[in-house]
């Protein structure tokens, strides 16, 4: 198995910056990949940002250029960078590790809470 536990999240004014941290633990040669979602109130989760075991990654739309995603694997860490932060990024952060082979499996962390002021 894999856990996450997410830590870093606060209160911000809009344009400051905030720095997400992961720590993995577990089974870690299992994980293909590393990936931060968020979830606003009243809405479905969706995915931020992913770094593939590979090294590649993928943010999404509303992101790209803002935040950064990134692995510090002598820590067994994945952080995500956030800068020029908007309201609109106000959400519930988690991260989210997929690990196995034949079969991915999903281990979620409890999430922090990013609010971002106006």
């Known amino acids: 198995q894999v856990h996450v536990v997410e830590s870093g999240g606060g209160l911000v004014q809009a344009g400051g910056s905030l720095r997400l941290s992961c720590a993995v633990s577990g089974s870690i040669f299992r994980i293909v990949a590393m990936g931060w979602y968020r979830q606003a109130p009243g809405k479905q989760r969706e995915l931020v940002a992913v770094?593939?075991?590979?090294?590649?990654?993928n943010y999404a739309d509303s992101v790209k250029g803002r935040f950064t995603i990134s692995r510090d694997n002598a820590k067994n860490t994945v952080l995500l960078q956030m800068n020029s932060l908007k309201p609109e990024d106000t959400a519930v952060y988690y991260c989210?590790?997929?690990?196995?082979?034949?079969?991915?499996?999903?281990?979620w962390g409890q999430g922090t809470q990013v609010t971002v002021s106006s």
């Open positions: 770094i593939s075991s590979g090294g590649s990654t």
């Open positions: 989210n590790a997929e690990y196995g082979s034949v079969v991915i499996l999903h281990s």
